[in-house]
């Protein structure tokens, strides 16, 4: 994974964002030097998405105390996809709390496509996270609701209250997707078998189809992102979504799968949570500092945002985000020894 970044100068991730004329200045910049990038191909897979325009490109930050950042597309609106993934563990998790969504979810990485059936057998019926579709089908499931519209009303409330305003589905991208999820539907019926999802499994898929068709924006994503990294409380609207634990748990989740296969090195290069959408989308957090949404359709094979990679992994240096660079600390006469040997 070739970010580009290795000539930017990073900052230790200790300590508070920069002034704001800075974190604006360095948002136009990561626009600035990825966007006549023309590597990745636009998803094809679901029709509808294969209609988006390749030029598009966003970028938005969010900080946990409101101040917000954007630059190019990041007002222009794409569907969610996988990114709500992670949102709705979150509110799953603060629904029916940390154990039994562990048990009946898991977190480690399969190391296999986000769309595996072979990963679902391999552990014998057990999704092993959130973020791969035989997880993300789970949790859903698990989404509070004796029917599917009560559970829909919880999902799409939940994910509104993130992005601090009512979020609507995409009729045309919604109706692509379900005349082409086949293989969600084989994945819904072998997690009933194992009973890992009960009721209809097909009501399941087409609750999960609908949050995934659900329309957001780059600047959407940075406020959803800003919420996890403010112990999950919108930093725009001042409500509360979802208990501080449930941030912690979920951020975790994020950092060892939110890129699939990609996601260890995703984590070696930026050194953040983060979550890609087959849109194009990226939500990355900073947690205590600030949220991350990036938007541009063309992707790598692993269908992860291939600007939206490269402008992360930039801000992630030159802000100082990665959550694993540090800089040496010495107290007063600390070290002399050691300095002079």
């Not at 019926?125 to 599917?148: I, S």
């Not at 559970?151 to 082409?180: C, H, M, N, Q």
């Not at 541009?296 to 985000?321: C, E, K, W, Y």
Request: net charge negative; proline share 5%; aromatic share 6%.
């Amino acid at each position: 994974m070739d970010l580009g970044v290795h000539d930017v100068a990073q900052r230790a991730s200790t300590g508070a964002l920069p002034g704001r004329d800075d974190v604006e200045s360095l948002v136009l910049a990561a626009h600035d030097r990825e966007r006549d990038l023309r590597d990745g191909e636009v998803a094809d897979y679901i029709p509808e998405l294969a209609t988006a325009d390749p030029s598009l490109f966003g970028v938005a930050v969010v900080e946990v105390d409101g101040g917000t950042h954007d630059a190019g597309d990041s007002r222009h609106r794409f569907t969610i996809q996988s990114i709500s993934k992670a949102f709705v563990y979150a509110l799953v998790c603060a629904a029916l709390g940390h154990e039994e969504v562990l048990e009946r979810v898991g977190v480690n990485n399969t190391g296999l496509p986000f769309n595996s059936v072979i990963a679902v057998e391999l552990n014998e019926g057990h999704p092993m996270n959130p973020m791969v579709n035989a997880g993300a089908l789970a949790t859903t499931a698990l989404a509070p609701g004796g029917d599917p519209e009560t559970k829909w009303a919880f999902i799409v409330d939940g994910l509104s209250a993130f992005a601090g305003r009512p979020l609507e589905v995409d009729g045309l991208v919604y109706a692509s997707e379900s005349a082409t999820n086949q293989r969600n539907k084989a994945i819904a019926r072998l997690l009933e078998s194992y009973g890992r999802i009960e009721g209809n499994p097909l009501n399941v898929v087409d609750v999960y189809t609908r949050q995934c068709a659900l329309l957001v924006d780059a600047h959407d994503l940075a406020v959803m992102g800003a919420t996890l990294a403010d112990g999950g409380v919108n930093p725009v609207t001042g409500e509360r979504v979802v208990p501080a634990d449930v941030c912690r748990d979920t951020l975790a989740v994020l950092a060892a799968t939110g890129l699939y296969e990609r996601s260890g090195e995703w984590l070696f290069e930026i050194g953040l949570p983060g979550k890609s959408g087959v849109s194009g989308g990226i939500v990355t957090v900073s947690p205590g500092k600030a949220g991350i949404g990036t938007f541009s359709p063309p992707l790598d094979p692993a269908g992860n945002s291939v600007r939206g990679q490269r402008a992360t992994a930039f801000l992630s240096r030159s802000l100082g985000l990665n959550v694993f660079a540090s800089a040496a600390h010495r107290s007063a006469g600390r070290g002399t020894e050691r300095d002079q040997a």
